[in-house]
């Protein structure tokens, strides 16, 4: 059985300057120690908002403050959306629960810049301790200074999730589960090893849940790279594997442009993959697949459609250092 069972505008405003300490990450300090009593109170004087802020950077491990904005701060609208976002992403800055990254986000905006966000020093501590008393079992990522190809990628991952909330929200649908990984990896079963996607989706109306793994592709792999990763699915497909809820999830395999999309479906027509198992699309149309594959087989959920290409793609930026 593949992936299914059966139940009974502020967003592209140019960030303002994040100043004061702990807003640029090749100014900052050596992080200082906190005591179990100072962690204790900064917990306490954490909003909701602050703690799904500092959840969703852990879950993801790379965000833009436009991705943490669309995530955490549509409920507010015109320049208070924006306001507030510097507001907050500042204040948990400024306390090293996260940290600003020295990367800037290029491309489509015109140049404007955009923060990356990772989980610092005491965001670990917050969840660790929020952890221990929950007896929960979180991965705590710590903070350190990826590359460009792994922000990149990273962002491109988070940016598909932004996209699936969003768009969640309009359709009524509810995004169940999202994993990135390391969090999304799956016991390969009597081959050894793991199957590794970049993320995992379940996402339900009423009566269906859909299960999907991701492959976000930047076209910086080899084809032959890509067909090799294609060939672990499909064996652990053809050997009657399963994945999360009992069933095989489908893969969704995200491109760049028509010229990758096109030479992928060659490759995979080659390797005489089953026609339901592997879905190619563009970045920018990954979210409205996912959602209306779900909704055209539940008669009471609504059509929300493919979306339109947006031109203004945030997975398709270039991602450059500051100059």
């Keep these: 059985m593949v992936s299914r069972l059966l139940f009974s505008s502020a967003a592209n405003e140019r960030p303002r300057p994040l100043r004061g300490r702990g807003m640029t990450a090749r100014n900052r300090p050596q992080a200082s120690r906190a005591s179990k009593a100072a962690i204790a109170d900064l917990a306490a004087r954490l909003s909701p908002r602050d703690w799904a802020v500092i959840d969703s950077v852990n879950q993801l491990r790379l965000l833009t403050g436009q991705q ?22 500042k204040r948990l800055a400024d306390a090293e629960i996260l940290t600003p990254l020295p990367r800037r986000i290029g491309g489509s905006l015109h140049g404007s810049d955009q923060l990356v966000f990772a989980l610092d020093v005491n965001g670990q501590r917050l969840l660790r301790r929020r952890n221990q008393q929950a007896d929960e079992r979180r991965r705590i990522r710590r ?52 199957i590794k996607p970049d993320g995992y989706v379940a996402i339900s109306t009423a ?44 893969l969704l395999l995200t491109v760049p442009t028509s010229k990758r999309l096109d030479a992928i479906n060659r490759m995979l027509t080659s390797l005489h993959v089953p026609a339901d198992l592997f879905t190619v699309v563009r970045h920018e149309e990954a979210a409205g697949v996912i959602i209306s594959n779900l909704t055209a087989e539940d008669p009471a959920a609504n059509d929300c459609g493919s979306p339109a290409r947006d031109s203004t793609d945030t997975l398709n930026k270039n991602i450059v250092s500051p100059t």
């Design 68 to 89: 943490l904005e669309r995530l955490h701060f549509s409920d507010l609208h015109g320049k208070s959306r924006a306001v507030m976002r510097w507001r907050v992403l």
């Design 143 to 194: 903070p350190s200074q990826p590359g460009q190809h792994f922000t990149a990628h990273t962002l491109a991952v988070s940016e598909l999730y932004v996209r699936l909330v969003e768009q969640a929200r309009v359709c009524g649908v509810d995004l169940d589960m999202f994993q990135a990984e390391p969090a999304c990896w799956w016991p390969a079963g009597n081959a050894g090893g793991w």
């Design 207 to 250: 009566e269906l849940r859909d299960h999907w793994w991701l492959e976000v592709d930047l076209a910086t792999e080899a084809l032959t790279t890509l067909a090799n990763k294609c060939r672990v699915y499909l064996d652990f497909f053809t050997r009657g594997g399963v994945g999360p809820d009992g069933v095989m999830p489908r």
